[in-house]
Every structure is written in structure tokens, then in C-alpha cells.
């Protein structure tokens, strides 16, 4: 008997151990699940609104002046005198004396061609007089008819007053060169170059300095092709009539560590097109730069570059759409009444590094009350949820037709609740579970 326990007892354990495990696995209990809520992203938006936008175009170049000169003497002679204001910056009127060369060679010359003129004047006044003796003296041999010209010695008297016309014309040369020893401003202008000083000798045409006009300066401007049509640009034709009047410009440095401005307005268009950059260029004017200005500014000086805004036409019944709200490609991205995103490809009118201008009466843009999404998403599908905040109202994403009327408190995103987990069975010998 005890053998058969032996022999039985080890194969009712497995046999009970086997039974265990095969209910434990029939009987498993359910692992609970629970549904995860979409993603979804906040995002801030706004309701595009119709309204003008006045059209500023943005450009930049140098300041440079409308007359750049080189003085150049037209005698030789050496400097005996220097103009203060003949000095790098110094101011000068029209017709002020700047230079002043040694006139000593030239009144001696001015002495010699009036001498040339006296002696020639006596030269004629004798052939003057031979010729009449010549015609009374034909009378007097009782001749008839004309005497020849060589009988009344015309040729003669012709050569006398040749020469007194050349005397009189050395005497002007003679007093144009003896006017040319003192070199005059020929405009209201400043000393941009001093090239000579007292006790040099200069030849005819050795530079002197060089000087330029201060009535007003000039600003090459490119224009951007697509803004251009928006302003008034004095363009001239061959008709000669008058160009428009230009459209007024802003010009804008920092002078003096300060930030400063100038007033201007474009006076004309450059006839060829720039090569280099395929854009018309347009010269903006500046007058009186060099007056002295109240805010304490400094003048407006040669070779200062700047910055202009161009004054352009109003633009009405345009959306105003900020950069960040633009992805490559001019694409921007529309909320849908859904909450859900919508991408669209606009076609501006004006864009610069702040801003974007298109129109409000396109087919496939966007609409008025259309709501535009100001937050960069990286990447944006098509038709994906989002909880906006629009104009500082929040949307929730309760689903179609759930309005756009909630608020800040009222926007938090709904989630699934999780279903019950199916309470397993008790084991053999264990007490029922509760659910």
C-alpha cells in the first residue's frame, strides 16, 4: 500500500499542477484598455479683416551731387594766393575767388598787344591817307574812269586793317588771359579735393582740386519690379511733354551715432535698364542738404548711403498677412469651422520682410472671416485638427458645428474615457470578486 502511494501520490501533484495551470490560462484576466485622445496642437489665429494698406516701397544707394567738378587753370603761372574756403570742406559762393596766380606775364602781354594795336592803327591811318592822294592824284592827271585797286592802294589799307583787328583781338586774349590768373567758383558748391597751394607753379590744365555742387544731391534707387507699378514715377517720352510729378521719398541713415532722416521726392527714370540686376533705376533728389537743420542732425553728406521708403499708392480691399504666417512657397494656412487645416497658395501683391499684401477678391485665396493660423507648424498636413485661439477667444474640437463662441475657460480638449476592464473570475476556493 505504501509503495502505491509512493508511486501515485507524485503523478496526482503533477496531474493536479497541470489542471491548475491550464485554468489559470483558460481564465486569464482581460488587460484593461484605454483610448488614447487625438493630438492636438494649440495654435493662434486671427479673422482676416478687408482694409487699405498705403504701398511703401523700400529701396537704398548713395548720395551723390548733381555736379562734380575738376578745376583746371587755363594759363600757366604759379599760385600766389589760396582762398580760405578753397580747403577739403570748406563752403564757396558762385563767383568767389579761390585761386589767385601770379598776373605778371600777362599785364606785361595785355602792355605788348596795346602797343601792337597803337602801331597798327598808325599803319592804317598812313594807308588810309596814301590811298586818298592816290585818287586825288588820278583826278589831277585829268583821267577818266575808275583807277584800279592798286592805283588807290586797297590792298594795302585792307592789310592795315587786318592787322588792327588782330592788335585788337590779342588785346582781349591778352586781357581774357590776365582775367584767367584769378580762378572763380562757377556755383554755390564745397571743396571735395585740394590738389595745389601758394608757391606751385601750374601749366595749363593741371588739376587744381575738385569741388562739387550743394543746391541739392541725387539718389540712385533700384525699384523692385512688383512694387513699381504701384508708384508714380516721372517717366519722360519723346512728345515733350513735362513728366508727372515723382512720388515723394523718405531717406534714412544713422549720422552722427544718431538716427536721422531727409525729405526728397524722385525727379526722373535712368533710360536703360541696369544689366547687372534687370531693374529700372529711378534718382531721387534732396535740395539743400548741407543747411543747418534744427533736430541738431548732420548734413547729408557725399557718399552716404541710405536707406529710402517710396511713396506709393493706397491699396483698398487688401488682406495684411504677417511673414511668420507664411511657409515656403507663399503658402499660408487657413482654420476651417471644423478646426482643421486648410493650406492655401496666395499671390501677393506687396511683400517685404514683415508683411504680405494679396488681395481680397481672388477665387481660390482666402475670404473675409476666413481664419488665418499665425503659429509656424513645421510640418502641416492637410485637414489636421488643431485648438485655436483665435483673437484671444479659445475653440475647442468638439466636432462639426460646435461654434466658435466659447470662452478662454471653455477650450480644453475633450478626452475618451476609458472603458471598465472586465473583472476576471474567481479562482477555485477563493471568495467571488467584486466589480
Known sequence: MK???????????????????????????????????????????????RQTYPVRVRS???????????????????????????RPGGFFDTGEVLLKLDPVDYETALVVAKANLAEAEVVLAEESAKAGQA??????????????????RLPQVAKAEADVAAAK????????????????????????EQLVDVGQYVNEGTSLGQIFAVDYVEIR??????EMQFLALPERYRDGEP??????????????GKAASWDGFLVRVEGAIDESTRQITAVAQVNDP???????????????????????????????????????GNEILLITTENKLRRVTVDPLVADAEKLVIAAETVTGPKEGDVLCLTPIPFAAEGATVLPLIDGVMETTEGPGSGRN???????????????????????????RSS
Open 406 to 432: 466659447r470662452g478662454p475657460g471653455d477650450g480644453q480638449a475633450k478626452e475618451v474615457a476609458p472603458s471598465k476592464a472586465k473583472t476576471p473570475p474567481a479562482a477555485p476556493g477563493e471568495p467571488p
Open 3 to 49: 509503495r502505491f502511494f509512493r508511486a501515485t501520490l507524485p503523478l496526482a501533484i503533477l496531474g493536479a499542477c497541470v489542471y491548475a495551470a491550464w485554468w489559470f490560462i483558460s481564465n486569464r484576466p482581460e488587460t484593461p484598455t484605454m483610448e488614447a485622445p487625438p493630438a492636438v496642437v494649440r495654435v493662434e489665429g486671427t479673422k482676416l479683416q
Open 243 to 256: 513728366p508727372i510729378e515723382g512720388a515723394p521719398v523718405t531717406l534714412h541713415s544713422v549720422a552722427g
Open 221 to 226: 534707387l533700384p525699384l523692385p519690379e512688383r
Open 169 to 192: 583781338a590779342g588785346i582781349a586774349q591778352a586781357e581774357r588771359d590776365l582775367e584767367r590768373t584769378v580762378i572763380r567758383a562757377p556755383y554755390d558748391g564745397q571743396v571735395l
Open 60 to 86: 537704398q544707394g548713395t548720395a551723390q551731387p548733381r555736379t562734380r567738378s575738376t578745376l583746371l587753370p587755363e594759363v600757366a603761372a604759379k599760385v600766389l594766393e589760396v582762398s580760405p574756403s578753397f
Open 135 to 152: 585818287r586825288e592824284n588820278w583826278r589831277a592827271l585829268g583821267k577818266t574812269g575808275e583807277p584800279g585797286a592798286l592805283v588807290l
Open 290 to 328: 548741407y543747411a543747418k537743420r534744427g533736430d541738431g542732425h548732420p548734413p547729408l553728406r557725399i557718399g552716404q548711403f541710405l536707406e529710402a521708403e517710396i511713396e506709393g499708392q493706397v491699396l483698398t480691399d487688401v488682406f495684411v498677412i504677417p511673414r511668420r504666417a507664411v511657409r515656403a
